[in-house]
């Protein structure tokens, strides 16, 4: 076996209070599906950040195989939203991509008046444009360009989209895409930081079959049990700073853990009943010393004491921890929602309309509960945003029950300020005294520390955490 990362005593603290990563060790085999997993916060995507050499740890090192390729997909990809899908999928070829955008410029001079309009110059214009498309051809382009098209029609796009500017895509697709510029660079190893958050059962099937049929080494972060069931022949679980490797899938991970726990609560147990015993005896040894005046006493009473201060401690196993959630709106009363012939048209780039919703009806009914599902970029999100009155239909109206108020929990986050500090953004939203903002944020399982952090610092799962949080505050029905 090939090991091609080693992390050995990796230790890493933001701000310097407590510590994400403590003495943190883990190695990873070539040719191995590594699935990763452990509670929000825990240092999943900083531990991937730093293997991916976008971030240092504070001490301990990381060794890399030499020439090992990594590829690495972030839990929340950016891209330049001026961009077409096509050329950021093409991208990840850094050869390709220069001649690519070489080439868009090239073909903008062409429909230059000044160029077009003066044969010498268009003559030398499209002379340089029969060069790159030689260069392009001779560099794999062609063979490229077809890969990375088979793979974003694997993963549902159609190709009426591929030209479309980036801007207008869902967080499943800008998800797919990032995989996508990935799967078709083909590194020797891929960081995948929860790629199947957002996407819906089509792109999930794909990205196992992906993922299985892969040349190279995956370690992937999920908090989905059958996909890691699917994938994955290894678990590395990271908690409490550190990281432990565990053999099998996540069902076998889930069930040696439990052994493990379990025998881990009995061992805290005996211990425990140990120390009360020790204890016992050394207040008793204390008391026969009349008051100190017995030295022999005395001196036992201490070496009980060191007994049990020499005792290595058991953890105490620690139970699953759950918010507390209560919507506290007033009670509504029937229609609390109704739409009939809706229509939301996108205007394309090429004065192709993308229709998004095509007269579509719904009714809910105050407290009604309603699930909204459908494929990627199917427009959930374009629907949420009509209700909420950030964008107008294209034809249509949608009725909003005289007493229903809306709260709405946002799928990119976008509804978060990244540069405000997590309790002012609670205390924005309702005045609360200082420690009673810091109660109820840790209701919401933020200590104090995250609680002072800025927004943009943490985890994905702690922003959807604040969420929740500020959606609590908010009264709706
Ligand atoms: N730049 C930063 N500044 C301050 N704190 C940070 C920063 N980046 C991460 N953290 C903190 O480090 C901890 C670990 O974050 P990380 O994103 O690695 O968690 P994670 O295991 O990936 O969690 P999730 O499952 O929610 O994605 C969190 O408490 C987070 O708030
Ligand atoms: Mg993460």
Redesign the pocket.
Known sequence: MTMIVNVTGVSKT??GLHH?LENCSLEVQKGKRIGMV??????????FRMIAGREEPDSGSIWRHPGLSIGYLS?EPEFDPAKSLLDIAMESSKELARINEELHRVEARMADPEVYGDPAKLERVLHRQELLLVEFEAAGGLAYRNRVEGTLRAFGFQEEQFHLPIGVLSGGQKKLLGLTQLLVARPDLLLLD?PDNHLDIRGKRELERLINDYPGTVVI?S?DRYLLDVVATQIIE?SKGIAVLWHGNYSEFAFEKNVADASQAKAYDVQQRELKRLEASRLRLISWSSGGQNEAMIQLARNVQKRMDRMERVDRPQGSRTMALSLHGSRGSDKALEFKGLWKVFEGENGEDKEVLTDAEMLIWSREVVGLVGPNGAGKSVLFKLILGEIEPTAGEIKVGPSTTMVYYSQEHQTLNYDSIVVDEIRKLKPMYEGEAYSFLGRFMFGKN?AQ?PIR??????KSRLQFAKLMLTPAN
């Open positions: 933001y701000g994400i452990g509670p929000n916060g825990a240092g999943k995507s900083t531990l839990q929860e972060i908090h990271v995250e952090k610092a943490l985890s994905g799962g702690e």
